[in-house]
């Protein structure tokens, strides 16, 4: 028979559990979500990054892609999943844009559903043009787009794309009338670059590296607020235009009820990843750029993209095709 006592204490026994489970936390395979299909650059920065963790966290890390929706598939599954850290997402800057562009998607506040771990790369885009066009800089290019109003066409890999919202952030900052050419991803886009039928295109670094190498295009600038180690000689827009920044990156995220401790190892297993110099190597030819950041970092650069995506979609009211 069960004593008075016994019970008494059941609930402080069972209370203690969790403390002395996330102890030994990770005790199993850890799932890491990804919004994207397997094959590219964004998948194979997540498996790069995986296989460094599962090296500091003693257990696999199994990338599991659920692409859909603009990344919302995997996004609300994490928003959803059991906080214990056996599931966990690779973030990308689409939790910043889908709030404005497409509020119907979930989760609606990513920075309410979701706790951030630490950034884990970055990768800017190629502005290149086709060589018929008489522009060798940025400077030049816009003053071409300014003397030709509407009539300079802008490709992207879709619309509400981060290299679509590149060339609207462009576009907004100096003026410029450009049309907007959206493709069904980047390669049938720069496909018709290279042949001319449009005349501009923002691309994502390691698509935009072989046709500017071989002069089938002519690179202008980076997006990022630095230059790139493939192509140095590019300089950034921001040169230019000051204070612009546009990129697409990644961070590691947990269900927002994660406990403390948890997410402090996870947060710690980031950081020896990121900061490994073989992994930075690895991924430096694919375009990306590995970064180290903390929690409170990501939280941040979540905030200030949301703001300025969201206010550059309202401003230039872009509504997904």
């Not at 375009?287 to 401003?315: F, H, K, N, P």
């Amino acid at each position: 028979m069960t004593s008075r006592r016994a019970l008494l204490a059941a609930p402080a026994i069972l209370a203690a559990l969790p403390a002395r489970a996330q102890d030994g936390f990770p005790s199993r395979p850890i799932t890491l979500v990804s919004g994207y299909p397997p094959g590219g650059v964004t998948d194979i920065s997540s498996r790069a990054v995986a296989a460094r963790l599962e090296r500091e966290l003693g257990q696999p890390v199994v990338v599991d892609n659920r692409a859909g929706a603009a990344t919302a598939v995997a996004n609300t599954h994490v928003a959803q999943a059991r906080p214990d850290g056996y599931t966990l997402l690779a973030g990308t800057t689409t939790l910043a844009i889908n709030p404005a562009l497409q509020p119907n998607l979930t989760p609606r506040e990513p920075m309410r559903e979701l706790a951030p771990i630490g950034l884990m790369y970055r990768t800017s885009f190629v502005l290149h043009v086709h060589p018929s066009l008489p522009v060798n800089n940025t400077a030049e290019f816009i003053a071409y787009c300014r003397a030709n109003p509407g009539k300079v066409n802008f490709g992207s890999s879709g619309t509400g794309a981060v290299n679509h919202l590149a060339q609207a952030l462009l576009a907004h900052r100096t003026g410029i009338d450009v049309l907007h050419v959206p493709f069904r991803g980047g390669a049938p886009a720069l496909l018709e670059l290279r042949a001319g039928r449009i005349h501009a295109m923002f691309q994502a670094m390691l698509e935009a590296l072989p046709t500017v190498r071989e002069g089938s295009t002519r690179g202008l600038a980076v997006s990022s607020a630095e230059r790139s180690a493939l192509l140095p000689d590019l300089p950034p827009v921001a040169d230019t235009v000051p204070g612009f920044d546009a990129v697409f990156w990644q961070g590691l995220f947990a269900p927002v009820a994660t406990p403390d401790p948890v997410k402090a190892r996870l947060a710690a297993a980031l950081k020896a990843s990121t900061d490994d110099p073989e992994l930075r190597a690895r991924m430096a030819p694919q375009g990306v750029d590995i970064v180290t950041g903390d929690a409170a970092s990501l939280g941040a650069y979540l905030a200030s993209e949301t703001r300025l995506w969201g206010d550059l979609i309202r401003a230039a009211n872009i509504r997904p095709e």
